[in-house]
Each structure stands twice: as C-alpha cells, then as structure tokens.
C-alpha cells in the first residue's frame, strides 16, 4: 500500500515495547514459568523418566530408541561417539516429556493472561490500564512449541557438552547427588536384585534429579525467552501487514478498494475479493500488490 502510516500509529508499538511490567504481570509470569514450567516440569518429570528408563517395559523402549538412533548416527559417525550421542538424545527426549506435558497449563495460562493479570493487579493495588496488557505480544501455542524445540537442541547440547568437555566432573556429579538423596530419605545406595548388587530406585531417582536440574532449568528459561521472542516477531508480523506491506483485499477490503481509482466507461476488471468494481484501475502497481 502507498498510504502513509499516521505519527501515532508508527509511535504506537514503540511505546508499548518500553512500558515495564506490572505486578501482576511479573507475578504472572513467575507462577507460569518458575512455578508450573519450572517446579511444576521438574515434579513430572523425574517419576516420568524412571517410568520410561528405569522399569522393565520402559527400558526395553529405551534401549530401542537408542539403538534406533545410533544405527542412524553410525552412519556419519564413529561407533562411541553416535554411542555416547545416542544416549543424550534419547535421554534428553525423556527428560522432556514432564516439560511437553506442562505446556497445556501454561498455553491455558496465556490464553487467558489478560485476565489473570488485572485480577492480580487489582489484588496488588496496580492502576495499569487493561489496554497496555492487551498490547503487549500474546504467546501462542505455535511460539511455545518453538521454544520447546530450542530447548531440546539446548538440553542436548548442554549434555553432550558437559560429557564431553568434563566427563568425570559431570559423573561424579550425578553419583554424589544421587547419593545425598538417599542420605537425606535414609535408602540405600544399592540393593540385591536377583542375587546381584544394583543402584537403588532412590539413587536412580536422584540421578535423573540431577539431570533433571539443567533441563529444567535451560527449559524453562528458553520457554519463556524464546516463546516471547517468536510471539513478538509474531505480532510484528502482523502489524507489518496491518500497514499495508504484504496485505490482501481479503484483510483490508474497504481500504483497498478506496485506493484504486475507477474511470467510468473504461473496460470492467475484476480485482480479487468479495467486490465487483467496474472500470479500470489507474495504478497498475496497486493492483499488483492487491
């Protein structure tokens, strides 16, 4: 479109992206991602993982999925290392589970911020207006799915990374969380089973707790930063559109067809959309861009 956007409508989406936060938005946003993104995910998640690794029908799964995926790896790979990358992949597939099932409450969440957040501020004594919560970009199912995407490669870097990088640091790290948890609930480490010595199930709950404190935190810190992100580059999409650059008739039907100008008796065109007009467009490049 060649119209001109006004001051105020170019002024507009700059102001809101500067105004602060208010307290109920800040609440909000940590009962969303701290509490149900963050506890919430970390409390799904290590009983999920010990399900799908650790007991008899959940580690026959396991075990072929990571030999699925290192047959694909071993392809470009040398045999430890798509070995080693099997094991993070899939490990950082089930550690993702708990995370995935906590986007339902906290999509719910979102979908219904505008008011949730003046019901807080109102609890806490904040006068912002309901307009500027409108304003700000809404995260959507799409950028929250992104963002957990991000968080896999993120998740699996991380471990890939720390394997790498500090095998023996990282290991003993897991063992000696491990073995606090079961200092602290009074279990053993290990236990017989059939008539072998084996890690116990409190042990092996403390080590996926202790995988379980980087993927939760590098989660939910990108569920929130990057489904901001995509929502904000979302809505600058949209307001992108709104002032002509890429819009169709079908979005802005009235406004369209006052920019085309019509000369009566000259040969009838048919511009796309629910409207009939007879004439002649004078600017071809209009038309085009319709």
């Known amino acids: 479109m060649n119209e001109a956007a006004s001051p105020e409508t170019v002024a507009e989406p700059e102001v809101a992206t500067k105004r602060t936060k ?50 694909l790896l ?16 899939v490990m950082t597939t089930v550690l993702m589970m708990g995370g995935n099932a906590m986007l339902l409450p906290v999509g719910l969440a979102e979908k ?28 959507t199912w799409g950028s929250l799915i992104k963002a957990r995407i991000m968080a896999w490669f993120s998740v699996f870097a991380t471990f890939t990374g720390a394997s790498w990088a500090f095998p023996q ?3 003993t790290f897991k063992h000696e969380f491990a073995e606090g948890i079961c200092t602290l609930f009074r279990k053993p480490v290990q236990v017989v089973k059939e008539h072998k010595m084996v890690p116990s199930r409190t042990y092996l709950l403390g080590q996926i707790g202790a995988l ?11 569920l929130y930063v990057g489904g901001h992100f995509f929502a904000r580059k ?8 709104a002032q002509g650059h890429g819009a169709t008739l079908a979005d802005w039907p009235d406004r369209a067809a006052a920019e085309v100008s019509i000369t009566p008796g000259a040969p009838s065109a048919t511009l796309e959309g629910t409207r009939r007009y007879e004439g002649r467009a004078q600017d071809p490049a209009i038309v085009a861009q319709l």
């Open 22 to 71: 208010s307290k109920g938005e800040r609440l909000f946003d940590w009962l969303v991602y701290g509490g149900i993104a963050g506890v919430g995910t970390f409390i799904a998640t290590v009983p999920l993982t010990y399900l799908l690794k650790h007991t008899a029908a959940g580690g026959v799964w396991y075990q072929k999925a990571v030999s699925g995926v290192r047959g």
């Open 74 to 89: 071993e392809r470009g790979l040398s045999k430890p290392t798509s070995a080693a990358a099997a094991e993070d992949a």
């Open 112 to 139: 219904h911020k505008v008011s949730t957040v003046n019901g807080l501020n109102t609890i806490l004594g904040d006068t912002t207006p309901t307009r500027e919560i409108e304003q700000k970009p809404k995260q």
């Open 169 to 171: 640091t990282f290991a």
């Open 212 to 222: 379980d404190l980087f993927a939760t935190a590098a989660a939910a810190s990108l």
């Open 234 to 241: 979302q809505e600058e999409r949209r307001q992108h559109r």
